[in-house]
């Protein structure tokens, strides 16, 4: 059974650095085709993909985002790390971590990160 | 980054009714496009995978068609449980992107 969940603060103030940790089970992140990868949801607004990292280390960033994220992985933790710099209140919002395989997405249950002074 | 663009935005209908969602990507994917089902707190259900092969224990109602730019999901007899959000995702090259999402509510 494949699980993902994600941790780390709830609220962060702006121009700070979020990070955010994924951890799962059920899968390697060695295995050829698989990602894990974040997306996050503002509240009451589309999905947007964030950041992605894959079996063979390659990464994708969200092309608007990129100069801020940096996404990380340990396999022998199974743990995805991302970070965000310079915080900002539109930054506000769910943000789910979720493995990829075939094209598609497994999800966690999501963690709420508020962006305020 | 490849676009995706959903219509309806918004979809009113009635239990048994057929509805169809439509997702046009900005340039060809192949079959690298899913589908999910998202309710209101929770994290999205992947029903429809690589175009049209229905997730594990999702209902036969639900199904999915399309290559290279256009795709659409079909509920053939809409039920209570399906009054939700829609979203496409392609995942062409790695780069994974979503449409804005189709609001399915009661007629």
């Known amino acids: 059974q494949i699980t993902l969940k994600e941790s780390g603060p709830t609220l962060v103030k702006p121009t700070q650095t979020l990070t955010l940790t994924c951890t799962f089970s059920?899968?390697?992140?060695?295995?050829?085709?698989?990602?894990v990868g974040w997306i996050r949801q503002p509240p009451g607004k589309a999905l947007e993909g964030l950041a992605f990292i894959y079996w063979d280390d390659d990464k994708r960033y969200r092309p608007s985002l990129k100069s801020r994220l940096t996404i990380t992985k340990d396999t022998s933790k199974n743990q995805v790390v991302l970070t965000m710099t310079n915080m900002d209140p539109v930054d506000t919002g769910t943000y789910y971590c979720a493995q990829y395989s075939y094209g598609y997405l497994l999800w966690g249950q999501g963690t709420l990160v508020t962006v305020s002074s | 980054d490849i676009q995706m663009t959903q219509s309806p935005s918004t979809l009113s209908a009635s239990v048994g009714d057929r509805v169809t969602i439509t997702c046009r990507a900005s340039q060809s994917i192949s079959a690298w496009l899913a589908w999910y089902q998202q309710k209101p707190g929770k994290a999205p259900k992947l029903l429809i995978y690589q175009a049209s092969s229905l997730q594990s224990g999702v209902p036969s109602r639900f199904s999915g068609s399309g290559s290279g730019t256009e795709f659409t999901l079909t509920i053939s007899s809409l039920q209570p449980d399906d009054f939700a959000t829609y979203y496409c995702?392609?995942?062409?090259?790695?780069?994974?992107?979503f449409g804005q999402g189709t609001r399915l509510e009661i007629k």
């Open positions: 059920g899968f390697s992140l060695s295995t050829n085709g698989v990602g």
């Open positions: 995702q392609q995942s062409g090259s790695y780069s994974i992107t």
